[in-house]
């Protein structure tokens, strides 16, 4: 099979798989490479031989190898289990379930290409998932008011570029193309609904209807990255990726009224609760990298990464419904948070490299703001991972985490004026696989 064969083959798959399950803080992503993976991404912007930096950190493709493609797909099992309570609008006990286990097994692909440009120069292409998020409860559980699905999907296209001011210096930029999609689903109280608006025989849970809202948007980010090499064997890596605002003009937003509710809604909220579009905003948020690789010997490599989030930016999400629903808002209030990182490479052979790392991982979720949608924790890395050099042109790759998260507690309001109070238990193991080849 030629190269070209594989890349396109790799490239349907990739666009046909994108992923919908985070695994970094709330939906951010990491799961770029198996190698980063097996070290907890210590050293993911500075550790030469691994094509993920073209994306991450441009100016790192001079630690590649000549002209290379690697493909990565890294598979993320997710679990999400609640155990609680709900109360309606009177404080009456909800019926329904807990909603099953919201979390899923999804693949995250990721595909690279690097040729160097004469003596100094380098080009890369990349394409990634850096964002994506998915749970999604049984219709009828007890916390539908507050969010059955919730699904976020991105997916970027770039072009690096970088330049070697010796052998010691290197800059680097790349342009992406970021493609997200948003879906929202939750069950609607109509009952609750009329019962304020004094419809006689209606209370709440008695006329149960659903929101279904999808969005998508195409836009521009960047990043700009440098490495550093103060001593041979020791490289510094420092990369920034931009904030990418998408403006969601054309989202479509469904209501499904249930026919006994229709007539009374009608007259009690004219305008409301029709099929329409929307207009909303979402920020994926800025980050900022520092990367340390030091080889000690011939053997044994150890590296460490700082990662700071702006979360703090993607506050709220409002939509702004053409028509005479009210402006929706979704408060996230999320925090700033960092990860950090530290791990090891052991050259076993000349044919087998050994990996293992362990990292911590700060959630942009509190306390104060959880909910049912994204029930986030703080969470600790421990993983392993190790390449296997088949030939000159081609070697493998493999990497393994287990995640150590803590138990959320949620207590929350819907817009309706039930309640919901509970602690979920949520786990996570990933799995990922490379293939690089050389030509």
Known sequence: MTAKTILALALLSALAGTTDTAQAAAFQLKE?????????FAGSISAPGDASVIADNPAAMRLLDGRLFQADASVVNYTVD???EGRDARGRPLSGGDGGDAGDTSPIPALYFHTPLGEKAHLGLSLTAPFGFKTEYESNWIGRYNGIKTEIKSVDLGLSLSYDVNPYVSFGASVFVERVEAELHDAVDFGAVLAGARAPGFSPGSADGYTHIDAKDDAVGFTLGGL?????????????????EHKLNDAEVSFGVPATAAPLLAAARPGWFVDTDASTALNLPATLTGSISHQVNDRWTVMADVTRTAWSKFAEIRLDFHSAQPT????FSYRDTTF???????????KLTLRAGIATDQSPVTDDIRDVRVPDSDRKWLSLGATYRASESAEYSFGYTHLFLDKPEVSVVSATGSSLQGKYDVGSDIVAFSAAYYF
């Not at 770029?32 to 907890?40: N, P, Q, Y």
């Open 82 to 84: 609640f155990k609680g």
């Open 328 to 331: 929706r808002a979704l408060d």
């Open 228 to 244: 550093f090499t103060p001593v041979e064997g020791t490289n510094i890596g420092i990369a920034y990726r931009s904030k990418v």
């Open 340 to 350: 950090a990182s530290i791990g090891t490479e052991y050259r076993y052979s000349q």
């Open 32 to 40: 770029k490479s198996a190698k980063g993976l097996g070290r907890a």
